[in-house]
């Protein structure tokens, strides 16, 4: 079965390290999206691919990176981890891109700064 | 600016009783509106969504929404819950204004007592 998943489950980094959060695909959607989930806030979006070599801001970019090489990944980078980036994080994909599409999500990656 | 509101952050309710969430939009036109369900340490699955015609729409696992223009409503409810049934609980309006995103509430947390 087609699925979509996420590594590492659980980190624990130190402020301004980098850290890179993986996810991976095999749904063969075209479009990608990473959220952080945070008490009070919902989820909200990082960062979001149409496509291979495709990658856009979304609305709490600032200290994230993504880059899309391929169809099946889109790794989550922190160039500087900061305690304010603790948070869990979930990666999801798409068929289409309306927002008529549902999007399927990963397990999570809950990341913690010290 | 489009928003979605969940005033409940948390219900309890006991098994086999039955279960009204609340969901409020703000949005310019017809909306997509959908409901998320996340178990304990899981990503987000899909339990129903909303685009155009019957206002009363079915999901999975016995879940069932009514959307309601004058109200700018999309509540969730289920009949008769179960233990099972204890998550959190997303409500999100599909946007496509501008650029294709889904914007989340808040979230519902729900227990079930037995």
């Known amino acids: 079965d087609a699925e979509i998943t996420q590594s590492p489950r659980h980190k624990i980094t130190e402020t301004g390290r980098q850290v890179t959060l993986a996810c991976h695909q095999t749904?063969?959607?075209?479009?990608m999206f990473w959220y952080r989930q945070d008490l009070g806030h919902g989820l909200r979006l990082i960062h979001y691919s149409y496509g291979v070599h495709d990658t856009n801001k979304g609305e709490v970019s600032d200290g994230y990176s993504v880059s899309r090489s391929n169809t099946e990944d889109l790794p989550l980078t922190l160039e500087s981890a900061a305690s304010s980036q603790t948070s869990v994080y979930f990666c999801?994909?798409?068929?289409?891109?309306?927002?008529?599409?549902?999007?399927?999500f990963g397990p999570g990656t809950r990341l913690t700064v010290l | 600016a489009q928003s979605v509101t969940q005033p409940d952050i948390h219900i309890t309710v006991s098994e086999g009783a039955s279960l009204e969430l609340r969901c409020n939009y703000s949005y310019g036109a017809t909306p997509y509106l959908f409901w998320y369900v996340q178990s304990p340490g899981q990503g987000l699955q899909l339990l129903l969504k909303y685009f155009s015609g019957d206002t009363l729409v079915q999901g999975i696992k016995g879940f069932e929404a009514e959307f309601k223009r004058s109200q700018s409503s999309f509540n969730l409810r289920k009949p008769s819950v179960h233990w099972s049934d204890a998550a959190e609980y997303f409500c999100a309006v599909g946007s496509h204004s501008g650029t294709y995103k889904y914007i989340f509430g808040t979230g519902t947390r729900l227990k079930v007592l037995a």
């Open positions: 999801a994909s798409s068929e289409g891109n309306t927002p008529s599409d549902e999007q399927f």
């Open positions: 749904w063969n959607h075209n479009n």
